[in-house]
């Protein structure tokens, strides 16, 4: 059973859609895991958000939001973002071939 969200306050949703690829749907969630302000990423691991976000939905998130938030948390923390790097697909994780898994 997934966590009903909160009432999110329209500043903290305008704030936070600042964030590359963060929509409405996005802000909602972060806000939901306590951060309500750009500022409040600086700090954030997005791993870490991700796995709270599963905990608190208590269903699986696609990782594309593990991506965005590694993007976000990114762009807080860097004065002049490479604009390549403000586009949430740059942070997938590397594919390893088969080969080299064995």
């Not at 909602?28 to 691991?45: F, K, M, P, S």
């Not at 791993?47 to 991506?67: K, S, T």
């Amino acid at each position: 059973m997934s966590a009903i969200r909160s009432t999110v306050p329209a500043p903290a949703l305008k704030d936070l859609q600042r964030l590359p690829g963060i929509g409405p749907s996005l802000a909602a969630d972060l806000v939901d895991l306590g951060i309500q302000r750009v500022a409040n990423l600086r700090r954030g691991n997005p791993e870490r958000l991700y796995n709270q976000l599963i905990a608190l939905r208590g269903v699986h998130q696609d990782q594309c939001v593990l991506y965005t938030f590694r993007c976000a948390v990114y762009f807080t923390k860097e004065p002049n973002p490479d604009p390549e790097r403000l586009k949430w697909w740059n942070w997938k994780d590397p594919i390893v071939p088969r080969k080299a898994r064995r």
